[in-house]
């Protein structure tokens, strides 16, 4: 009688029959941590707990009635509501002052872009005589303090004359456009300096090729140049949404009229004259600071390939 069949195994199974088994890693002793590094976790935990405190703070109170808390006080547990963000959206005419940042962040951010990267691309693409000094001295207006500023821009504003049809006061005083040009003004030597030093670290070789292709230089800049700075334009991105988004300064310096405002008013708006509720107000900070947060997590990736340009080499 003979015995049960075996079929013969196939390549593959004869290849991992034959192949010797790797011998595994010696499992890896951990460490002990070096002083200088738990001193460190310790003070970058410490820090971290510090910055968001008052944001979770903020965001408890919100959500507490104040006669709750004003009888109990705020470091008790209870009362919870929905009732301050409702009342906040209202009192604080949120909708209105959300269209206003709006009107102003978007132009001053995408013209700002637009302008420093043009002429990083120029400081970055050519060498001609004056290219450190024109960077020089778009950098420099940075150091500038906005407040010296403040009396010649507003006769300037007010002195400069336009239709009724363009501005409702006959100059460019109480308009969007004064906060705009300030906002552009101020914000675009940093975006120059930040990216002409990345152009800079681009290869020569792109623009040669993209020459010898036929490309003119409005093509290599557009085509070319923009595509591969994305990381550092989304980074500056969410810096100048945040920065222009949180100004106040010049809107209530350029602008009369309430209607016209950004959101960073409406925080104003929740404070009495005699008497402040501060979970209201709490609840209207946090509505304020929703839009960053969004961007940020939205660019959040870019934002952290930008901030690491030219960290590391190769």
Sequence with gaps: MTGPVTEPPTTAEAVRIARPTPPRPPARAKRPMRPARVVLTVFLSVMALGWLFPIAWAVYNSLRDYD??????????????????????????FAQTFTNTAIIVIPSVVITLLLASSVAFVLARFSFAFNLTLLALFTAANLLPQQALLVPLFRLF???EVPFWFSDSGTLYDTYYAVIAVNIAFQTGFCTFVLANYMKTLPRELYESAQVDGAGVLRQYWQIVLPLCRPALAALSVLQVTWVYNDFFWAVAFMRTGDKLPVTSS???????????YNLLSAGSVIVAIPTL?????????????????????
């Design 68 to 93: 709750y808390t004003s009888l109990n006080g705020y470091f008790s547990f209870g009362g919870f509501t929905f009732d301050n963000y409702v009342e906040a959206w209202s009192r604080g005419n």
């Design 158 to 160: 007010l002195n400069i």
């Design 267 to 277: 925080l104003q708006n929740l404070r009495g004259q005699f008497f402040t509720d």
């Design 294 to 314: 969004v961007i940020f997590f939205v660019l959040q990736r870019h934002l952290r390939a930008g901030l690491t340009l030219g960290a590391t080499k190769g």
